[in-house]
């Protein structure tokens, strides 16, 4: 890891000290640029996944225009279903659709646990060919879903305020639910594994629905296993773990063998702090909408934010995904406040 | 007060000690009862509001099918922005669409601060024929939503996963928000104060995306007007506060002149009662979507709820309103488990 030259994130996610923290942003090669519509005007959701040359040149997008600390592989959490036999559709504005929802164990039992080289070797050429252009300037990150939030799509079957179906699926059928957790468990681990070794020097747990489910709840059918996935990844790469609305679990996240923790906007930096007990790196956690206020007032919230987390074992990003409504100076804003702290 | 022959809900939250906690379910007055479905199918979501013989039947069927130990009188959250003259419509299976949404000083200095009972007497209307209704068998809970969740319906136009232009109206425009906040303010205290007047023993005040702000910004555009309408009715009638996804703002609540904190499922109710001290009175918590497990499995959850908040100084409740899908056993078995305990 010690060619690369910015290796600012790396050392943050060691617990090392550093001038300055880090920053990326979650969803930063993404639609708030206008490079990213560009592409996205000529090809569809899959062309663009699929495509080494395009997913790479998304990656590195945001990269060129703001300098950010670390690249993030432009991809989806939901190659891991395709790959298992649960296709999806992308309707561009209304997000993922899956036809044929996982509702029962014998729909369960026809998912597969699959080769990695044989349904995902694109992602590991779009990893390959983005270590090229980033020539050891950054670290780049390959990212996962969590099991949990992987099965809220495969049986709720699209976006959802409640994923109401997930947890019925989960409390009235616990063994399939189970057992669908597993595989997927199983599979994202071959995954991330294989992204290491096309040169990822990253991985991040992307937990997005974790915090629908209560504490206990989280345990038995989201934390169990993405605890699996940290103790196989720990010995290839640093792994963060960012699980929204899940503050209720850092204590236990927190005595893991995860190098860093996410934390979304609703928790101060001082509780998050008291409740990792300072054992790992934290990563967050602006509020997304946040971007909206004018770049004057986002320095200081910035400045403010970094006050307050502490400058080591911090590495500064929002709490969710950039939205696609933000202007370039108030991104902009953003990342300078750091480079400038 | 003491004329009201099952007190439980009222001692309960007085702090007095109980046999057994009291019981009632947000939305208990809703879709997943067939009798509220048979009124739903004959008359129209304002017929059914403003009409008090309709709301006040609509009140009492739980009563009736379940003998919950309060009545909380059938309204809406948006009645408040359609007597301020933001008028809006009800999409049944969408939910609420305000066609002139709130953008701009202007329009904010174009709504009302109205004569309620010029405006909102048919709420009066069915709260007095409601308690005629109930006979003094229970206490009757009449609610309003809280300034800011009124807000983020006026500015967004509708429901929304994140209330971006609501958060974008309050970070880019702060004096018209804070404006239009304390016009919605002071029309919920004279709404609240009204309602008492006409009968309802209790008032609950909804927070339904209290959640969605950082803990700064909960204290900036939320709480502190909470707050307000809680002074201002401490002294006509216990007040319940309910906001959702806001367990970092329990302590300061608990501080307040509250009688009640609501808190959902996300949250144990051990930390539930660490950080509010054993000051106020909890209620809730399960998660709705648990009362989709089998009876038998709810019986257990709900017993060992009531052993972690403890039977004194709380109010068994789900942790957000009932959903559709759920079966009568189910919401008797939720019910029932509370009466055996």
């Not at 997005?208 to 345990?219: A, E, F, I, R, V």
């Not at 699996?228 to 063998?257: H, R, T």
Request: glycine content about 6%; hydrophobic content about 40%; aromatic content about 10%.
């Amino acid at each position: 890891m010690s060619n690369i030259k910015n290796d600012l994130f790396l050392r943050a996610l060691k617990g090392g000290i550093v001038d300055r923290p880090p920053v990326w942003m979650m969803r930063q090669a993404g639609r708030f640029l206008p490079e990213f519509m560009a592409i996205r005007d000529k090809y569809d959701f899959f062309t663009r996944c699929q495509t080494p040359e395009l997913a790479s040149e998304i990656t590195v997008q945001p990269i060129r225009r703001f300098g950010m600390d670390a690249a993030i592989l432009f991809s989806d959490i939901l190659v891991i279903p395709q790959a298992m036999n649960i296709p999806f559709e992308m309707k561009e504005g209304l997000g993922p659709y899956l036809p044929n929802p996982i509702r029962s164990q014998k729909d369960v039992d026809e998912t597969i646990v699959p080769n990695i080289d044989e349904t995902l070797g694109y992602v590991m050429d779009a990893i390959k060919l983005t270590k090229e252009m980033l020539n050891n300037e950054i670290p780049l990150i390959g990212f996962a879903g969590s099991p949990w939030t992987i099965l809220c799509y495969c049986v709720q079957g699209q976006g959802s305020k409640t994923f109401d179906k997930a947890k019925e699926f989960c409390f009235t059928q616990p063994i399939a639910a189970h057992t669908l957790l597993q595989k997927i468990t199983d599979t994202t681990i071959a995954y991330l594994k294989e992204k290491v070794k096309a040169g990822v020097d990253v991985v991040q747990i992307f937990d997005s629905w974790g915090g629908m489910l209560s504490p206990t709840d989280y345990q038995e059918f989201s934390w169990k296993y993405i605890k699996q996935i940290i103790d196989a990844l720990k010995d290839d790469a640093p792994v963060i773990a960012f699980a929204k609305g899940c503050w209720y679990a850092l204590e236990d996240m927190s005595n893991s063998n995860v190098s860093a923790l996410g934390v979304d906007w609703t928790i101060t930096p001082q509780i998050a702090r008291k409740l990792t007990g300072n054992k790992v790196t934290l990563q967050g956690n602006l509020d997304p909408t946040r971007l909206l206020s004018p770049p004057k007032e986002i320095k200081k919230l910035v400045t403010k934010m970094i006050d307050d987390f502490g400058k080591d074992k911090y590495i500064v990003n929002l709490g969710h995904g950039i939205l696609p409504n933000i202007p370039l100076d108030n991104a902009k804003a953003f990342i300078d406040a750091v480079k400038e702290y």
